[in-house]
């Protein structure tokens, strides 16, 4: 089983590349953006919970994410790995991460950090609120203090994995092909 962690901040396009990792190397694709947005669009009482935090661009409780990831390991067949994506966003997450594969015989293997720089960030993030439908996309004060939260609590989850020697800095400016391609050689040397 390999285990990727995908890296980078609001708009870095950590979420177009993951979903084809996945489909290249059969890893199943876990999104806890995703995830939550499937719980708000259901109308669960924990989508309903969860709206006005995710609405400011603020984290979900980390009890929140890792359960909902514990329960999609657990029901998992078929697959060779997991490719995560927006999880861990903390240090906390992270810790507990590990914690819940090493008890699945199983590690983190490889930290793919997405660095994309301001200007084009800001770029990117208004030409995707004109399509995505995103609450947390349509307004540049949420948008800032999504850039704002990874900066404080995201950025130091990638020092855990650098002391840990798994994380990879990878250019994310060029073309989506370009940057799989990129990505691609990294998870090249761990299978
Ligand atoms: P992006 O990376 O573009 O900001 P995501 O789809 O990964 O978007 O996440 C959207 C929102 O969902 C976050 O701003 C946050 O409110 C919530 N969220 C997603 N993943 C997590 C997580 N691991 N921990 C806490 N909150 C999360």
Known sequence: MINVLMFGPPGSGKGTQSVTLAEKYNLLHLSTGDMLRAELKAGTGLGKKMEAIMAAGELVPDEVVIEMIAQKIDSTTGKKGFVFDGFPRTVEQAEALQ???????????????????????????????????????????????????????????????????VSRQVDGVGSIEDIFDRLCSHIETII
């Open 99 to 165: 914690k819940m594969l090493e008890v699945r015989g199983m590690k983190i293997d490889l930290m793919l950090v997405l660095e994309v720089n301001d200007v084009e960030l800001m770029d990117r993030m208004k030409k995707r609120a004109l399509v995505s439908g995103r609450a947390d996309d349509a307004d540049e004060a949420v948008i800032n203090n999504r850039i704002e939260v990874y900066r404080s609590k995201t950025e130091p989850v990638i020092e855990y994995g650098r002391s840990t020697g």
